[in-house]
């Protein structure tokens, strides 16, 4: 899997990676698997999320699966100097939620030699891109979309359909409000 192409280990450069995709895609399932794999190798790093995000756990970053992290909670993307020290790797959870100073802070993290791992959805439930990763992606060296399955048809899905009539980009601890669909399901259903 070309995932495994990553150069991990004994690069002094620093590089952004994107996990992107609808909700249910496993992103965060993704993010904690490369995460797992440098505790493995004993490369420090630090995890970030967002403080708006409450769901399961304030300090933690948990996959549907219940895999977990610890996570440190920030309201701005600048708060990462705070904390960074060196560590050889930084990822962020839940990135769309930045605001767009998070393009700098993760470019400059990469120049220091940082490699930063960002996951993310890519488009809101109403299919446009979400904040900032439109842009992280272009200026990131790898990217992954990772996908879920439409719950209609079966075939992969992109879009994450929002099952209630709420207008808010963002509706927190409603993971049960929304559903993956394809792009042809997700066409058929009035927005
Ligand atoms: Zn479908």
């Known amino acids: 899997m070309f995932l495994e192409q990553f150069p991990e280990d004994g690069k002094s450069h620093g590089w952004l990676e994107i996990v992107c995709g609808s909700m249910f895609s ?6 904690i698997r490369r995460l797992r794999r440098a505790e493995f190798a004993n490369q420090s790093f630090l995890l970030f999320k967002p403080k708006l995000d409450n769901r399961y756990s304030d300090k933690q970053v948990v996959s549907h699966a219940g ?5 440190i909670n920030i309201e701005a993307a600048p708060e990462i100097w705070k904390h960074w020290k060196n560590q050889k790797i930084v990822a962020i959870d839940e990135v769309q939620f930045f605001d767009s100073s998070i393009l700098e802070v993760v470019t400059k993290l990469a120049a220091k030699g940082v490699r930063v791992i960002c996951a993310g959805l890519d488009m809101d439930y109403k299919g446009k891109p979400f904040g900032p990763v439109p842009s992280l992606m272009a200026a990131a060296e790898y990217i992954t979309k990772v996908h879920a399955i439409c719950v ?3 075939n992969l899905a992109q879009f994450s359909h929002r099952t209630v009539k709420e207008d808010s980009q963002v509706l927190l601890g409603a993971v049960e409000k929304y559903k993956p669909l394809c792009r042809n399901c997700y066409n058929k259903i009035e927005h």
Do not use: I, M
């Open 26 to 31: 496993g992103k965060t399932e993704e993010l």
């Open 67 to 71: 895999e977990q992290f610890d996570a």
């Open 152 to 154: 209609s048809c079966g």
